[in-house]
């Protein structure tokens, strides 16, 4: 029997994954599993039964990743499955700026009491005169499961799409359109494109990676969609890049007092992956992740633990470790495997960073002095006898 913990809203057809073998709690301290959405967990330590994290979304801000590596918690995310909601806002963001569709809509408002307005119209839509998007060039920086969307569907729209993305991956390389001109590097789509819009995750290296350098050699006339993450842009840039007339327009789903009433601005409150759809697909990949890892061992799209896929275990016991990617583990694995005479069927073991998995199926139940000895070996984070 498990138990979980919702820290915000789940979508009950997740949920309703969940069977017999799973109660839900309201103390953490009780839970095996947390889903998670926006609620931020770095001051929630003191979780003995934790065993997994399941993040219903992409980003990880709002969860101590590292810390909970050192403890054999292993944190899921949900990539690609609120691709399509942010994908389509994406879009819309950009027709709306194209088209000053903000502006207008706000004459409209001013003026709905004017009995006069059909006329009053005629002469005041040339202040909202926009640019059509056909044919205009976009960048797409980053090419993963939102940014390949993207780009496809800026293609679809007649536009010259330019992406940027030096570790893309093979299947979404298969996804990409392909009259996407891939280029070497962030400032040829500085220099070439009307709309930029960034798909890359919020790290050290990306952090202000649009910037006051790379704004100088954008296009005065140039749109910036930021739906990623609000630590992507350098907002005191975009600031000074609005008022000099730099850029046209900052389009962004992630207001702040510096830029949210900025003339130039168009911003969102994070309605990104604000679908039931999207609220329902990261559920259910969340919840699926989450029972595959508690009943079978298996991790899939973790971002502190590798991959390691062994199905449903056929065997008579299954053992799983969370350890340190340090020397001499297996080995000592094997050894401790060996003192207790149980044999070995199947393994697996994979890295990621400095953390690895192992997954061993066993042709007998391994006793628990055999497991205090794998406890014991140090780089060890987390014993689990799965069966």
């Known amino acids: 029997m498990f138990q979980y913990k919702c820290l915000n809203p789940i979508s009950e057809k997740g949920l309703s994954i969940f069977d017999e073998n799973y109660t839900v709690t309201d103390n953490e301290k009780e839970a095996d599993a947390i889903l998670v959405r926006s609620a931020a967990m770095h001051e929630m330590q003191d979780m003995p039964n934790l065993l997994a994290v399941a993040r219903a979304g992409a980003g990880v801000n709002n969860i101590p990743v590292e810390?909970?590596?050192?403890?054999?918690?292993?944190?899921?995310?949900?990539?690609g499955a609120n691709a399509n909601?942010?994908?389509?806002?994406?879009?819309?963001?950009?027709?709306?700026?194209?088209?000053?569709?903000?502006?207008?809509?706000?004459?409209?408002e001013e003026n709905k009491e004017n009995p006069d307005i059909a006329k009053a119209m005629e002469k005041a839509k040339k202040a909202f005169a926009g640019t059509e998007i056909q044919k205009k060039k976009i960048g797409v920086i980053g090419l993963g499961a939102i940014g390949v969307l993207v780009a496809?569907?800026?293609?679809?729209?007649?536009?010259?799409?330019?992406?940027?993305?030096?570790?893309?991956?093979?299947?979404?390389?298969?996804?990409?359109?392909?009259?996407?001109?891939?280029?070497?590097?962030?400032?040829?789509?500085?220099?070439?494109?009307?709309?930029?819009s960034v798909h890359v995750p919020l790290l050290d290296t990306t952090r202000n990676m649009v910037n006051k350098e790379g704004i100088e050699k954008m296009k005065p006339t140039v749109t910036i969609l930021n739906f990623a993450r609000n630590g992507l842009v350098d907002e005191d840039a975009i600031v000074e890049a609005l008022e000099k007339g730099k850029i046209r327009h900052y389009v962004t789903d992630f207001p702040t007092p510096k830029i949210?009433?900025?003339?130039?601005?168009?911003?969102?409150?994070?309605?990104?992956?604000?679908?039931?759809?999207?609220?329902?697909?990261?559920?259910?990949?969340?919840?699926?992740?989450?029972?595959?890892?508690?009943?079978?061992?298996?991790?899939?799209?973790?971002?502190?633990?590798p991959n390691v896929d062994m199905g449903v275990c056929q065997t008579e016991g299954r053992i799983a470790i969370l350890h340190r990617n340090i020397p001499n583990m297996l080995s000592r694995f094997t050894n401790a495997f060996a003192k207790d005479n149980v044999n070995i069927t199947?393994?697996?073991?994979?890295?990621?960073?400095?953390?690895?998995?192992?997954?061993?199926?066993?042709?007998?139940?391994?006793d628990k002095k055999a497991v205090e000895a794998i406890e014991a070996i140090e780089g060890v984070l987390k014993v689990r006898v799965v069966k």
């Not at 909970?68 to 990539?79: L, Q, R, S, W």
């Not at 073991?349 to 400095?354: A, E, G, L, S």
Request: glycine residues 6%; proline residues 3%.
């Open 85 to 108: 909601g942010v994908k389509e806002l994406v879009i819309a963001g950009m027709l709306i700026s194209a088209r000053n569709l903000v502006g207008a809509h706000g004459w409209v």
């Open 260 to 305: 949210a009433s900025l003339e130039g601005v168009i911003a969102f409150p994070h309605l990104g992956a604000s679908t039931a759809e999207s609220e329902e697909n990261c559920a259910v990949m969340a919840v699926e992740q989450v029972k595959d890892y508690l009943e079978n061992g298996n991790i899939r799209n973790s971002v502190n633990f």
């Open 346 to 366: 199947e393994m697996s073991n994979k890295t990621k960073d400095n953390y690895s998995y192992a997954i061993f199926d066993l042709d007998s139940p391994i």
């Open 152 to 196: 496809n569907a800026a293609r679809n729209l007649g536009m010259d799409v330019y992406g940027y993305d030096p570790y893309l991956s093979l299947k979404n390389a298969w996804n990409l359109s392909r009259s996407v001109h891939h280029v070497d590097s962030v400032d040829e789509i500085f220099e070439r494109c009307d709309f930029i």
């Open 67 to 79: 810390d909970y590596a050192e403890k054999g918690i292993v944190v899921f995310n949900t990539p």
